[in-house]
C-alpha cells in the first residue's frame, strides 16, 4: 500500500524444480517507482527453499530449508529501499511477529497490520501427517533486519535498541485437522526470543490462536 499520487511498479520472477521426492522454489521480485513526495523507491525482495520428502517414512514428513530477504529502508539514501508487501497484509511465514512491525511501518502506511518489510529470515519447517487429515507443522525461524531503526520518539521509541540487527529465534507449532467436508480447525503456538533489534528490556513473547471453521 502507497499513498494516493504515488506509483509503484513491480517485477518477480518465481521459479519451482521438482526431482523424484526433492524440490528447489524461489522467487525474487524488484521495485521501483516513487512517492507523490518526491521521494524515489528502490526495493528488492524474495525467498529460495530446498526440501524433500520423505515417502518411505511414517507420517510421510517433509522437510523445508530457506531463507526469505525483504528490503529495509536506509536512512542515509534519499531513496526509499523499503520492500512494499503489496497483497500479502496477512501472516506469511509466521503471525506473531505480524503486529510488531506496527510501530516501525506506522508513519508510512498508517496502523496496518502484515506490512511486511525490512526481513531477513532463515526458516525450517518440519511438516508431518500423524494421522489422515491431521497435518502439524513444526518450524524455528531465526530474524534480522536489513536496516537498523531510528525511532527516537513517540510512544514505541522504547520498544527498540536502535543498534542491533537481530530480531530473534521464532518456534512455531501449528495443528490443522479436517472433522468432515465443512467443518475444519488448526490451532497454532508462536513463541519468539527477542534479539538485540529490541530493547534490552524487552520480554520473551507467546502467541496462540485456536480457530474452528464451519463452511456452508
Not at 521521494?39 to 531463507?67: H, M, N, Q, V
Not at 511465514?93 to 496502523?111: A, D, S
Not at 535498541?161 to 475444519?184: C, H, P, Q, T
Request: proline share 5%; with cysteine; hydrophobic share 35%.
Amino acid at each position: 500500500m502507497i499513498p494516493v499520487g504515488s506509483h509503484l511498479n513491480t517485477f518477480g520472477l518465481r521459479a519451482v524444480f521438482t526431482l523424484g521426492d526433492n524440490f528447489i522454489k524461489g522467487e525474487i521480485a524488484k521495485q521501483f517507482g516513487g512517492y507523490k513526495n518526491g521521494i524515489d523507491i528502490s526495493a528488492l525482495g524474495g525467498y529460495l527453499y530446498i526440501g524433500r520428502t520423505f515417502k518411505s517414512c511414517p507420517w510421510t514428513p517433509t522437510l523445508e530449508i530457506g531463507g526469505a530477504y525483504l528490503s529495509g529502508d536506509k536512512p542515509d539514501t534519499k531513496k526509499d529501499e523499503g520492500f512494499d508487501s503489496l497483497f500479502s497484509w496477512a501472516p506469511q511465514w509466521n503471525e506473531l511477529m505480524l503486529y510488531t512491525y506496527l510501530p516501525e511501518t506506522l508513519r508510512k502506511v498508517g496502523p496496518f497490520p502484515g506490512f511486511w518489510t525490512n526481513q531477513v529470515a532463515f526458516i525450517t519447517k518440519l511438516k508431518f501427517e500423524p494421522i489422515k487429515d491431521l497435518n502439524i507443522t513444526l518450524s524455528y525461524q531465526h530474524l534480522w533486519v536489513d536496516e537498523k531503526t531510528n525511532i527516537t520518539t513517540g510512544p514505541f521509541r522504547t520498544m527498540f535498541s536502535n543498534k542491533g540487527r537481530d530480531r530473534g529465534d521464532l518456534w512455531m507449532f501449528v495443528a490443522k485437522y479436517k472433522f468432515n467436508e465443512k467443518i475444519d480447525g488448526f490451532f497454532q503456538l508462536e513463541h519468539l526470543i527477542p534479539g538485540d533489534f529490541y530493547s534490552d528490556k524487552a520480554r520473551n513473547a507467546t502467541f496462540m490462536r485456536i480457530q474452528l471453521q464451519y463452511k456452508i
